[in-house]
């Protein structure tokens, strides 16, 4: 059998394994995110830039939910112009970076990706699907036609890897990848937060400013990996899996139902940048454990399972 290797390759951004934490986690400073890259991820994903600063909503912002959290930041950050250093500083160090970017047309999108590019970053996750933003930023996440054209805006202004990053608020997520693919993406990053609400029974009002915020962390993964298994029977390109890995069983869920990588977000909260290396090493030894030698061997085999029959259900000890 071949040496066991945990490299994956995203269009040609090859990562040294399929982990990488979710944008917006540990924000953008470079020493946070070069934290999570000496912790083991494969790569690090930064918060979303846009084409101007902004300093997203009031607090509360953040607050903790059954199993997991709900967030309305508002997309705070400090614009694409300020944030070239920050790339060029993670480069520096040798973190492999993929830049997630936003802008309020179609037109902003591409500028912010052209800047992006020059800048230095390995690739760039096009930010659909921020749920916390009035319309004209949130346009993207339900609207299949504005996704394409979008992403082939982008696409030309760029020769990096596109990973577009879609909304799971929506009827049919299968449309909106296709479409995503058709302007170009080179994979699909499923998928940004759940809409959600979180009420204080005291004050008797909404507990963030916002009042809908985006539901992280366990709570969303069964609807989570439900979108990856839509979106990878959907499109030919690779799917980057995120919502709710916590643990490297996570982690192989996600490669089965389809996913070639994951992000890693909300555990940081709860287990610290620790759970990189404790996710790379579980999955390395799953992979071990069960004969596999390189990643793509597991990715989409649940696929491939079929439907429980009654010796596989005797086999499985489950009665019905
Ligand atoms: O900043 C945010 O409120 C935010 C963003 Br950009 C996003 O993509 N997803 C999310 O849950 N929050």
Known sequence: MSKLSLAVDLAGFRLRNPTMNAAGVLGMSPALLKRVYDAGAGAVVTKSIGPVPRTGHPNPTLVQVSCGALNAMGLPNPGVDYFVDKIVKLKEMGVPTVASFFGGSVQEFAEVAYKLTKAGADALELNASCPNVAEELGMLAADAGNVEKVTAAVKAETNLPVFVKLSPNVTNIKSVAKAAEWGGADAITAVNTLLGI???????????????????????????????????????????????????????????????????????????????????????????????SRVEEVVGLAHEAGRYTESSLDKCNIRV
């Open 198 to 292: 979180a009420i204080d029974v005291n004050f008797r009002r909404p507990v963030l400013t916002n009042t809908t915020g985006g539901l992280s962390g366990p709570a969303m993964k069964p609807v989570a990996l439900r979108c990856v298994w839509e979106v990878s029977q959907a499109v030919e390109i690779p799917v980057i899996g995120c919502g709710g890995v916590t643990t490297w069983e996570d982690a192989v869920e996600y490669l089965l139902a389809g996913a070639s990588a994951v992000e890693i977000g909300t555990a940081v909260m709860t287990r610290g940048v620790g759970v990189y290396g404790e996710i790379v090493e579980g999955l390395e030894r799953y992979m071990a454990e069960n004969g596999f």
